[in-house]
């Protein structure tokens, strides 16, 4: 029964660390540590960055796997929520970037002003439905 447990926790660690590669592959193919750093002018502190992510990555990887319990505040969750909300939005934003997908929406619509009420929209959009899914969830 103890080699079967032990087996079991070797596949699911094996398996968890392939698909946090995976996505740190992905992040590192769009470039968004680089263009994050270069963007709040922190350059320097760019293997902080990287270590913070994969050690996130693999902190997460552990936590799901052995479902530990995590006790948090209202406040620390909303914390929380706020900072991956950021780290998604800013990884939708690079992917969308990589793929050129707003200026090709702009041609397309023939949008000629008014983009960053747009884009403020869209903002105020996902604002609200991270407030709905937060609060009625």
């Known amino acids: 029964m103890l080699i079967k447990q032990i087996i079991l926790a070797f596949i699911g ?3 968890g660390f392939t698909v946090s590669a ?3 592959a992905f ?3 769009l ?3 680089p263009r994050l750093a270069a963007r709040t002018k922190t350059a320097n502190h760019i293997f ?3 270590n913070t992510i994969i050690l ?3 902190l997460g990887n552990i936590w799901i796997l052995y479902q530990l319990p995590l006790r948090l505040s209202p406040v620390m969750l909303g914390i929380f929520g706020l900072f991956s909300g950021v780290f998604v939005g800013c990884l939708a934003m690079a992917l969308a970037e990589m793929l050129r997908v707003i200026p090709i929406l702009i041609n397309r619509a023939q949008i000629k002003e008014g983009f ?3 884009v403020a929209a869209i903002a105020a959009g996902k604002f ?3 407030l709905f899914q937060f609060f009625y969830s």
Request: proline share 4%.
């Open 128 to 130: 609200a439905a991270v």
């Open 13 to 15: 660690l094996c398996s």
């Open 27 to 29: 992040i590192t193919m």
């Open 116 to 118: 960053p009420v747009i």
């Open 48 to 50: 902080l960055y990287e």
């Open 56 to 58: 996130g990555g693999t």
């Open 22 to 24: 995976g996505v740190f």
């Open 31 to 33: 470039g968004v540590i």
